[in-house]
């Protein structure tokens, strides 16, 4: 029956596309003519990710249509730097000559340079193959900044193997290029900018198929937004431009995230600091730019953007004060988030580091009504992972605990006692939902999902195994749960935060080490009540320490995928304390020591 179940679910799953994932090259990169997919001119993979480099596509996201006719159909030649498949980088072919690259002056990322004064000092977030820094290159900056997390698109393409076809535009006079996390490094670097531009940085690929341990977006949270404020020159502009469908929703999660920001800063009113111009890419769907102004947007400022708007023919989807060319919501979210975020049937709030998911902006009762056909996209690894959830469910209660129960009718000394069922079963989800609360929690002040993810189960896997080691000479088993209890949430309420003010500037070597220092005492004592537990089960004999080790890992399971699913809908910090609740029930449940029955 679960085996039924489970076929069942997964059908389910293939019926509305949820657990698909292209793992060939996009279709829009066959050859018109032959419908073959073009051969890869570079691959190379690293901790953070595949990159593979195509052909010119022919095509960009950020130009319209108007745009293309003028430029006659043909696009000045690129390669196309694809990161997990699903992300986009383009090297622009550079010889020196920026009048050869004209048209990248047109394309709506670069629509807020438009805005600003004379030489403008610019950082960009992530500038991958490096056409961002040719578009700021045209607005005759007096610097030019980038900090890109991905060192093979920085060392191994565009200083490289690229390096004659881009123009060397990464060791070009004015222009710095820092690999690192764009939060960290922007800590670091000195003095103010007059625009910060984030064009595309975000992939989607991993949440796509539920990865979301690894899809959280701390580049765009309040304390984000906050830090960019501090950074930005008085009027300076915050520029961010990414997909834009399911009725503007992500824009204006963006926009709920700089007002969360400005109120924090002691700015009440910032609304009219927020623009947003999109271009159309296919029925109900842009391609857009959010424009966030420090200080406001002035009348003048929003007549001369909406004219250059329509003159480069996007649409206005939000200016203050001007007619939208569709209608949208934009102005009456603005006018009260709050209150428009309740009545809205997406999630509209601002993001925080403790719930980065910006990109989701489904409701949970609307990502499991899967029959609806409502808009997915990026949401529907919410629905994959409650269907997972549903799933895992299932098969622990009918492979571990139904078989545990109907053994102690039948046999009292057999399996488990209902005692103990507890106590294993809350070491498991304890530890796993600890654990994955810990990888996601310190994304932010390691810089990556997958130095988090090395970093954290490294500290936790070896001293928890440290711990089952000294477990040996048992100890009482309540007051080591006691004190992990305490141990955790002093992790968990002082020490991660005080981490992340005071290390987030730190080189990378240091934030690894305070991070090892932070956990290895947790994890020693997580390691301890597993094999305590298993002691005294040891004199009993029989399936009891099989079935044991069974439970323990079976709520393990259950742990990793609900863990992620309370971090969407509720924050890190609510997922961490349902491992914290967990191990309360281990504690309540404890024998009075570890080595006697």
């Not at 045209?138 to 900044?145: K, T």
């Not at 007002?259 to 159309?280: H, K, P, T, W, Y």
Request: glycine letters at 10%; aromatic letters at 8%; charged letters at 20%.
């Amino acid at each position: 029956s679960a085996l039924v179940i489970l076929l069942a679910l997964a059908g389910l799953a293939r019926e509305t596309s949820l657990f698909r994932l292209e793992l060939t090259l996009r279709e829009e990169d066959r050859n018109e003519e032959t419908g073959a997919r073009p051969e890869a001119l570079f691959e190379k993979w690293n901790a953070f990710s595949r990159v593979t480099v195509l052909e010119d596509a022919g095509w960009d996201r950020g130009l319209s249509q108007t745009a293309m006719e003028r430029l006659g159909g043909v696009m000045p030649e690129q390669r196309e730097a694809l990161i997990d498949i699903n992300a986009f980088a383009p090297i622009v072919r550079f010889d020196g000559d920026l009048a050869a690259v004209a048209h990248l002056r047109d394309v709506v990322s670069n629509i807020g340079y438009r805005l600003l004064g004379p030489r403008p000092r610019v950082a960009i977030i992530g500038p991958g193959g490096g056409k961002d820094v040719l578009g700021a290159l045209l607005f005759s900056p007096r610097e030019v900044i980038g900090i890109e997390v991905n060192e093979i698109l920085v060392d191994d393409l565009v200083k490289d193997r690229f390096r004659d076809f881009a123009g060397d535009i990464y060791r070009r006079e004015g222009v710095r290029i820092l690999v690192g996390d764009g939060r960290s490094e922007m800590h670091r670097v000195e003095g103010r900018f007059d625009i910060i531009v984030a064009n595309s940085v975000a992939t989607w690929a991993a949440q796509s198929t539920g990865a979301m341990t690894l899809s959280e977006q701390h580049l765009f949270t309040t304390e984000a937004f906050r830090l960019y404020r501090d950074k930005l020159a008085d009027r300076g502009i915050l520029s961010v431009s990414l997909w834009d469908e399911a009725e503007h929703s992500v824009p204006m999660r963006l926009a709920a995230t700089w007002l969360a920001a400005a109120r924090a800063s002691g700015e009440m009113d910032a609304a009219a600091e927020i623009a947003v111009i999109g271009n159309r890419w296919g029925e109900g769907r842009w391609f857009s730019t959010v424009l966030m102004r420090k200080g406001g947007l002035r009348f003048d400022e929003r007549e001369r953007l909406a004219e250059i708007a329509r003159e480069l023919g996007f649409d206005l989807i939000h200016i203050r004060g001007i007619e939208p060319d569709a209608p949208t919501d934009f102005a009456e979210f603005l006018a009260a988030p709050e209150t428009f975020a309740r009545g809205s049937r997406h999630e509209l709030g601002p993001a925080t580091d403790d719930r980065p998911f910006v990109f989701y902006t489904l409701r949970p009762a609307d990502a499991l009504a899967f029959w609806r056909g409502m808009e997915r996209s990026d949401n529907a690894a919410f629905t994959s992972l409650a269907l997972s959830l549903v799933s895992v469910t299932l098969l622990v209660g009918l492979l571990v605990l139904a078989p545990l129960v109907r053994l102690r009718r039948r046999s009292g000394e057999a399996g488990l006692s209902g005692r103990e069922m507890l106590y294993f079963g809350a070491l498991g989800y304890g530890f796993m939902a600890i654990e994955i609360a810990v990888i996601q929690r310190f994304q932010l002040l390691l810089g990556h999902p997958t130095r988090s993810l090395t970093v954290a189960l490294f500290a936790l896997l070896l001293a928890s195994g440290l711990g089952s080691r000294l477990a040996a000479h048992r100890p009482r088993v309540r007051p080591v749960l006691g004190l992990l209890v305490l141990v955790l949430g002093l992790v968990q309420f002082l020490g991660a935060p005080l981490l992340e003010e005071t290390a987030l500037g730190l080189p990378l070597l240091w934030r690894i080490a305070a991070t090892l220092a932070l956990l290895s005492p947790a994890g020693v004592l997580m390691g301890m009540p597993m094999p305590l537990g298993l002691a005294r089960l040891a004199p009993r004999g029989g399936d009891a320490i099989p079935w044991a080790f069974g439970l323990n890992c079976a709520t393990g399971v259950l742990a990793s995928v609900a863990a992620v699913l309370t971090a969407v809908l509720f924050g890190f910090a609510a997922a961490f304390g349902t491992g914290l609740t967990a191990y309360l029930i281990a504690l309540a449940t404890a024998p009075e020591n570890g080595g006697k029955g």
